[in-house]
């Protein structure tokens, strides 16, 4: 539970400074005129972050998020997410002196990275939001394989087979939706329910 909960702060945290750091780069970009490449590069990487996290946030209060194992143990990638970004946000913000400037009308802002400094800090972000995004993409197969297996035992739980079809005809884009597992991993639908075809003498 408390990894549950480290998980979702530094989610939140994530998603927050994201949105800071989008916007303090939107500044730079109409104040600093060469660097404005730079500066929409780290933004855009800075947004698709951001979306990912947005995305583990969803799926961790949705109905699942109890079960969602796989997000739990992202909380390294996640927490070092929100580390990156805090550190940029802080070397982003200008000084007190330069805020001064600005009240008074004169340009004060000057990016803070070079050409080398922006590469790094690109893939690192990169990193980030592809490992979050690979967990999450686990998630979602393991939510599918639980779905998966409530059909079958609400089907198996049938004994009647007006009520057995309309289960699965209710279901049947949902399952045939999904890919169709390995042969020895979960096994199919109609595999599953065989036996209760032949029990009660259903045709099959």
Request: with cysteine; aromatic share 8%.
């Amino acid at each position: 539970m408390a990894e549950a909960f480290g998980l979702a702060v530094n989610i939140a945290t994530v998603v927050e400074l994201s949105a800071k750091i989008a916007s303090i780069c939107l500044q730079y970009s109409k104040d600093v005129k060469n660097a404005r490449e730079e500066i929409a590069r780290v933004k855009e990487e800075t947004l698709s972050l951001k979306a990912v996290a947005e995305s583990a946030s969803e799926l961790l209060e949705g109905p699942h998020g109890a079960a969602l194992k796989a997000s739990q143990k992202l909380t390294g990638a996640v927490e070092g997410a929100a580390l990156r970004l805090k550190a940029l946000d802080a070397e982003l913000h200008p000084s007190s002196t330069r805020k001064a400037m600005r009240r008074f009308g004169v340009r004060a802002l000057k990016w803070p990275f070079q050409s080398n400094d922006v590469e790094k800090l690109v893939r690192d972000i990169m990193r980030y939001t592809q490992m979050i995004s690979m967990g999450l993409q686990i998630d979602n197969t393991y939510v599918n394989q639980i779905m998966f297996y409530a059909i079958v035992v609400m089907c198996l739980s049938i004994y009647d087979a007006e009520q057995y079809y309309s289960v699965l005809n209710r279901n049947s884009y949902w399952i045939n939706s999904q890919p169709s597992p390995r042969p020895h991993s979960t096994p199919t639908l109609r595999s599953i329910t065989r036996p209760v075809y032949q029990v009660q003498g259903w045709n099959s």
